[in-house]
């Protein structure tokens, strides 16, 4: 594609991802759209994919899942960040199916061509099928159903909708927006809809009660760390190696999982002898938790532990 082309894309992209983004169209139209997506966007959606996917791995170690649907899915960086969480099984047995929902052609082929190179057979054998994401969505019974940024481009009904339709089609579910207020809002409004539906949170949060933070006043999000190729920073004009993807999520399952007793909302502060941690606890409050250099082990834990991981870790160390 011509550098300019390419760039023109690009912009127009940015703008859908910053602004409303018009729900009665999909936001990837043509094969330039959707290479310059791949180029910007889904690198970063697929770390943000994989860090929400591996905090429900950890939720639920000896769950796998037996087959993955994901609902509005594009090029494809969420089934490939979950190949990533669950690799094809070791014992020659076959693959679970997947299969990609979109209404952009243009991006379903893509994906098609990329997925044809994976070293992943459940990849390699994907569906990528055309569909209208919107309340008349028919997800067919799955193990994990992905949501991921998408609920941005849909209207207020139609989100309820599809998320209604993967809570009714999946065993876990998995939903991903932007680390913004608008973002972490409609990620809510999703929680609060797979717990009516009888869904149990795994993660991020330690607990399926009513989020404690106060409408208004906060958002609770992420960041995963992306890794820039020579592509990656000659697409975004960039000259650092790395960025960090703010996003938030919700990781629900119809058993009853082991979430983490509490999880680290905000970037760990290191003091002299000291982390200060902000916490969500299992107790559904928010609190601080000063972890001293007389603690031992949990400092030195305390120390390498990184926003958005549970506390205290799973392998607790010794006092």
């Known amino acids: 594609m011509p550098p300019r082309q390419a760039a023109q894309a690009t912009a127009r992209l ?39 996917l591996g905090a429900l791995a950890d939720a639920v170690p000896q769950w ?24 094809d099984p070791a014992d020659g047995a076959a693959p679970r199916p997947v299969t990609v929902l979109d209404w952009a052609e243009p991006a379903l082929a893509l994906g098609r061509e990329l997925a044809a190179r994976a070293p992943s057979a459940a990849l390699r054998d994907a569906r990528w099928r055309r569909a209208r ?52 809002r409609r990620i809510i409004e999703a929680r609060d809809r797979l717990v009516a539906a009888g869904f149990h949170i795994a993660a991020p949060c330690p607990h399926s009660a009513a989020c404690p933070i106060e409408e208004g006043t906060d958002w609770c999000h992420f960041a995963a760390r992306v890794s820039r190729s020579s592509l990656h920073r000659q697409v975004k004009g960039a000259s650092l190696a790395w960025e960090d993807e703010k996003f938030s999520y919700v990781a629900a399952t119809r058993f009853r999982p082991g979430p983490a007793t509490a999880r ?55 006092p």
């Open 133 to 184: 994401i919107d309340a008349a969505l028919d997800v067919p019974p799955t193990g994990l159903v992905t949501v991921s940024y998408v609920l941005g481009e849909l209207t207020p009904a139609d989100r309820a909708a599809v998320v209604d339709a993967a809570a009714g089609a999946a065993e876990v579910v998995a939903v991903v927006e932007p680390g913004t207020p608008d973002g972490y």
């Open 14 to 52: 940015i703008a859908n991802y910053r602004g409303a983004t018009p729900t009665d169209a999909p936001v990837l139209r043509d094969r330039s759209d959707v290479v310059a997506y791949a180029a910007y966007r889904m690198p970063a959606t697929f770390e943000a994919d994989r860090a929400a």
């Open 64 to 87: 796998t899942p037996s087959g993955h649907t994901d609902i509005g899915g594009g090029t494809g960086a969420a089934v490939w960040a979950a190949a990533d969480i669950w690799p």
């Open 264 to 318: 680290v909302v905000r970037r760990p502060q290191t003091r002299k002898g000291q982390v200060l941690l902000d916490l969500c606890r299992d107790t559904e409050e928010l609190s601080r938790e000063t972890v001293t250099k007389r603690q031992g082990p949990l400092y030195r834990a305390a120390r390498d532990t990184a926003w958005g991981d549970p506390w205290p870790p799973r392998e607790d160390p010794a």
